[in-house]
T-cell receptor
Framework: ELKVEQNPLFLSMQEGKNYTIYCNYSTTSDRLYWYRQDPGKSLESLFVLLSNGAVKQEGRLMASLDTKARLSTLHITAAVHDLSATYFCAVGSNKLTFGGGTRVLVKP | AAGVIQSPRHLIKEKRETATLKCYPIPRHDTVYWYQQGPGQDPQFLISFYEKMQSDKGSIPDRFSAQQFSDYHSELNMSSLELGDSALYFC?????????????FGPGTRLTVT
């Protein structure tokens, strides 16, 4: 059974500083997703990572994938308040298995 | 661009009642997925359909059933509702035929069971 773990589960950030969220998964998968979710809202797709060594960047967010280590990271550069949300990684090619989520709170 | 449509957006039911949630996928998407997200939890896969046939099944209770219709919309039927069924229910759709199976999520239906 595929297991996906994220850490940390909660991240209190200071504006302007850099942080990383980690996503580990237990079995080989050909794609990994990162989503953002605001409270009570839907899941917004951030990145789709398809191959070993894949790196994608959008604004202050950068995601990478190491399939050998079964590890993905989501790096936040110079955090700003608007990035406060819960971030999920998810693994799978059809049904998705989600990590537990990382709740991010960016403080001034 | 058209997105996944879910209805209703909010639903309040009492214990032991039934509920039907509807999902209209993005046009030309042939695959539909249902997920349940309890308060403070991550989404859990329930069931999926490809070309109107069930393609995968997750942790869906026997009290729940679902189907995909000829126009590709899907309905999740929930009977004998329990307090623990209170959750956000997301539908997602993808274009299964091309192999590019990125899932696009709808806005969700918030079900409250009292």
């Amino acid at each position: 059974e595929l297991k996906v773990e994220q850490n940390p589960l909660f991240l209190s950030m200071q504006e302007g500083k850099n942080y990383t969220i980690y996503c580990n998964y237990s079995t080989t998968s050909d794609r990994l997703y990162w989503y953002r979710q605001d409270p009570g809202k839907s899941l917004e797709s951030l990145f789709v990572l398809l191959s070993n060594g894949a790196v994608k960047q959008e604004g202050r967010l950068m995601a990478s994938l190491d399939t050998k280590a079964r590890l993905s990271t989501l790096h936040i550069t110079a955090a700003v308040h608007d990035l406060s949300a819960t971030y999920f990684c998810a693994v799978g090619s059809n049904k998705l298995t989600f990590g537990g989520g990382t709740r991010v709170l960016v403080k001034p | 661009a058209a997105g996944v449509i879910q209805s209703p957006r909010h639903l309040i039911k009492e214990k032991r009642e039934t509920a039907t949630l509807k999902c209209y996928p993005i046009p030309r998407h042939d695959t539909v997925y249902w997920y349940q997200q309890g308060p403070g939890q991550d989404p859990q896969f329930l069931i999926s359909f490809y070309e109107k046939m069930q393609s995968d099944k997750g942790s869906i209770p026997d009290r729940f059933s679902a189907q995909q219709f000829s126009d590709y919309h899907s309905e999740l039927n929930m009977s004998s509702l329990e307090l623990g069924d209170s959750a956000l229910y997301f539908c997602a759709s993808s274009d299964g035929g091309t192999g590019a199976s990125e899932q696009y999520f709808g806005p969700g239906t918030r079900l409250t069971v009292t």
